[in-house]
């Protein structure tokens, strides 16, 4: 039984790959990365903390990778940030929510300050009890932390009466660690593999299929 939805953001609400990955190509060509060390698909960059991007993919120590998130932000600040387009029907299902009367939380490894302005020039700030996000320091980026934060925001105690919506293995792992419900999103950036072997509560195929299959649980 369901009564509070915690969202992703990327890959679950909104398709924001053209920023993310301009920012990325404008972050590795400035830190002059040669091609033979750069991977072939950057799409496993999307979701994951940023530092943490960037040593996995990247194999960058600690220092470079704060020196890489540096100059990724200074450009998705000015730019990327507003590269994205939010899912086909992204809004009808979070009215739906509402009217179902689920609370509905915004929880992204993504830093708050972005977060915040993204979602409200998407128009959707409104549908949301309380935006988590980190901090551009990188402190709170960690999934199960940004849960667990929000959880104390909303004076809620972590159970199965909760559930975090995400696209990447991250956002299930996290959910799980915190001690409440997982809802892996098919439509997004982490492979149908990536999601099932993380056993999610529930898999949810496409972004019309969200309120039907969150209300069907609460």
């Known amino acids: 039984m369901f009564s509070h939805i915690f969202f992703d953001l990327d890959g679950t609400l909104i398709d924001s790959r053209p920023g993310i990955l301009a920012s990325a190509l404008h972050t590795i060509d400035t830190l002059k990365v040669p091609q033979d060390e750069r991977p ?15 040593m996995q993919l990247f194999g960058f120590d600690a220092t470079k990778a704060e020196r890489a998130t540096e100059i990724y932000r200074e450009f998705y600040g000015r730019e990327g940030m507003h590269m994205f387009t939010v899912y086909p029907g992204i809004e009808e299902q ?10 509905l939380s915004l929880v992204t490894s993504k830093a708050w300050v972005y977060a915040e302005k993204i979602v409200e020039e998407a128009g959707l700030l ?6 988590s996000g980190c901090e551009i320091s990188g402190e ?5 932390e940004l849960i667990h934060y929000t959880l104390e925001k909303l ?11 995400g696209d990447r293995y991250h956002d299930i792992r996290g959910a799980k660690a915190a001690g409440i419900g997982s809802a892996a999103v098919l439509y997004g950036y982490g492979s149908r593999e990536e999601l099932e072997n993380e056993n999610p509560g529930l898999l949810i195929p496409s972004p019309g299929d969200l ?6 649980r609460a």
Request: proline fraction near 9%.
């Open 155 to 165: 004076g809620l105690k972590p159970g199965p009466q909760i559930v975090m919506a």
């Open 40 to 54: 072939e698909d950057l799409t496993p960059f999307i979701g994951p903390p940023l530092r943490h991007s960037f």
């Open 211 to 216: 309120a039907c299959l969150l209300t069907s």
């Open 94 to 103: 979070l009215i739906k929510l509402k009217e179902k009367g689920l609370a």
């Open 126 to 131: 409104k549908y949301f009890s309380e935006l």
């Open 140 to 144: 709170r980026s960690e999934k199960e």
